[in-house]
């Protein structure tokens, strides 16, 4: 059952434009899978969904490819093995990390693809993550918070 659901999300969000848990909710519910909006949270956890930057200007779920998500998934965890603080001014977000980390935890950053952020600049203990706006620093750290649990 699980498999079978996680197979539509991705065939639904390679498809189709969805913006929010409860659209992909819907979504599987009208190819006739009841789904929680609970359950759909676990789902795009567990797939590693993104929320990329639609033609648009708004933002939808979208998948990535096995490789990248392997290659992804051990970075990500040696960004949350590495990180030692995290603090903010403006646009700007620096992380430190253990001596020597830096690099890996910063090509994890980039890995992750989030529209938000233009870019990193990595030395040995330090990076330096440059987001598009003010507006969005908060909503990135949040994110980085859950990844470094």
Not at 35 to 62: C, F, N, P, W
Not at 112 to 121: A, D, H, N, R, S
Not at 123 to 141: F, K, P, Y
Request: charged content about 30%; hydrophobic content about 40%; proline content about 1%.
């Amino acid at each position: 059952m699980k498999a079978r659901r996680q197979a539509l999300i991705r065939e639904i969000v390679e498809s189709q434009s969805i913006q929010t848990q409860e659209e992909l909710a819907q979504a599987l519910g009208e190819r006739g899978m009841v789904v929680t909006q609970a359950t759909v949270s676990r789902d795009i956890k567990e797939m590693h969904l993104l929320k990329v930057l639609a033609e648009d200007g708004s933002y939808r779920y979208a998948t990535m490819d096995k490789e990248e998500q392997g290659t992804s998934d051990r970075l990500i965890r040696m960004l949350s093995d590495s990180v030692v603080s995290m603090d903010s001014a403006n646009n700007l977000i620096v992380i430190r990390t253990l001596p020597g980390s830096a690099h890996v935890a910063g090509e994890a950053v980039d890995c992750l693809k989030w529209p938000e952020v233009l870019g990193t600049i990595a030395g040995d203990n330090t990076i330096l993550v440059i987001v598009r706006s003010n507006e969005d620093v908060e909503a990135v750290m949040r994110r980085f918070r859950g990844i470094i649990r």
